[in-house]
């Protein structure tokens, strides 16, 4: 009995040890770390204030370089407002912030500024007053706000006038009238429409060289552009069409993009791009089912992503085509086509031989 009872207890331990096992209790899980305190506005806070600046008025959230005494970088630290600005400053840095609106009383004494930059910030309107005292400002960069409208009481001096990447559908009547040396003017990626800009819009830019109007709501060529323009920006729209005669009068202009339109040869009159100093013209992702005429001077043609089927070289050339007999004969007289992209068209190789006759000066042909 002994001997059977020291057999059974060894067995009895591991059953009672499994039972118990089976009553355990399960293990609590670890409580979550209370979240991190956030402010109620969701932004990262701004940066501590720097070190004492040897400029008595420098604001102490921004950088005064020692070497630099008329420049104030406020840039990257995500301020909510504009400082005070001295009148000492000509170069006012604030990109990259999560300014709202420029308060009159930060720029009561800044009658000196020349150059500022608001890139990447949330403002969504500027006070005229503000504007108005700033005669001396020549670039400002208000490129990725939130601004519904053109700024209205413009410096008279601006040369450069960044407003890409708003929210603009409006452009105050007269709002441009007074910029005689504006240069460049960005307002690409906005909100822009056909009834938007008039033949009044642009009046007065008598010297501007590059207009960005790409990646807008725009269905036709505004009326009124300032034919003084060297570089015109107008893809990424929905242009069908170009008015016979629409760039005669553009005759400084040598940089054209009217890609990722509407355009088919329907809405192409034959000489619609026969400029004489036209040097490069962007005319990909359209509706396109030939080639338009060209001028003589053109370098760079960008047809890819149209509905090319075939090319007639005889009929695009702008100049007669030569026999082989005359093919070493003077260049200087031969189209200057240097660089031709026809790629995601329904061409099939090899590339037309009367083409390349016509153009001889061609360097890379994307086929």
């Known amino acids: 009995m002994k001997a059977a009872f020291s057999l059974l207890f060894p067995l009895i331990l591991v059953l009672i040890s499994g039972v118990n096992g089976q009553r355990r209790k399960p293990s609590r899980r670890p409580t979550p770390p209370p979240p991190e305190p956030v402010e109620p506005t969701e932004l990262p806070p701004p940066l501590p204030p720097g070190p004492p600046s040897i400029f008595p008025d420098c604001p102490r959230e921004c950088y005064c370089p020692p070497d630099f005494p008329s420049a104030l970088y406020c840039d990257n630290r995500n301020l909510r407002k504009v400082p005070i600005i001295s009148s000492r400053i000509h170069y006012l840095y604030l990109q990259n912030n999560f300014i709202n609106d420029l308060p009159e009383e930060s720029f009561k004494n800044a009658s000196e500024l020349r150059w500022v930059n608001l890139y990447n910030n949330r403002i969504n309107k500027v006070d005229k007053k503000v504007l108005e005292k700033m005669d001396s400002l020549i670039f400002l960069y208000m490129e990725k706000n939130h601004l519904t409208e053109v700024p209205s009481s413009l410096p008279p001096n601006l040369e450069q006038l960044r407003l890409s990447r708003n929210r603009i559908n409006k452009i105050p009547p007269g709002a441009f009238s007074k910029l005689e040396h504006l240069i460049l003017l960005d307002l690409h990626h906005n909100g822009l429409s056909d009834k938007v800009i008039n033949k009044n819009t642009f009046k007065g830019l008598k010297n501007l060289m590059q207009l960005n109007l790409a990646h807008n709501n725009l269905g036709k060529l505004p009326p009124g552009m300032p034919t003084v323009v060297h570089q015109l920006f107008l893809d990424r729209n929905h242009i069908k069409d170009i008015p016979k005669n629409y760039f005669k009068d553009f005759t400084n202009l040598a940089f054209l993009r009217l890609s990722n339109n509407e355009l088919s040869d329907k809405g192409l009159p034959n000489d619609s791009f026969n400029l004489t100093n036209l040097l490069v013209l962007h005319l990909a992702h359209n509706q396109l089912s030939s080639?338009?005429?060209?001028?003589?001077?053109?370098?760079?043609?960008?047809?890819?992503?149209?509905?090319?089927?075939?090319?007639?070289?005889?009929?695009?050339?702008?100049?007669g085509l030569v026999s082989f007999q005359d093919f070493s004969s003077d260049l200087d007289n031969v189209p200057r086509l240097r660089y031709l992209r026809l790629d995601g068209n329904q061409l099939k190789p090899p590339i037309p031989l009367d083409l390349m006759m016509c153009f001889r000066l061609l360097q890379s042909v994307v086929f």
Do not use: F
């Not at 003589?296 to 702008?318: F, S």
């Open 291 to 319: 080639i338009p005429y060209i001028s003589t001077k053109l370098e760079h043609l960008y047809l890819n992503d149209n509905t090319i089927e075939k090319i007639n070289g005889t009929q695009i050339c702008p100049t």
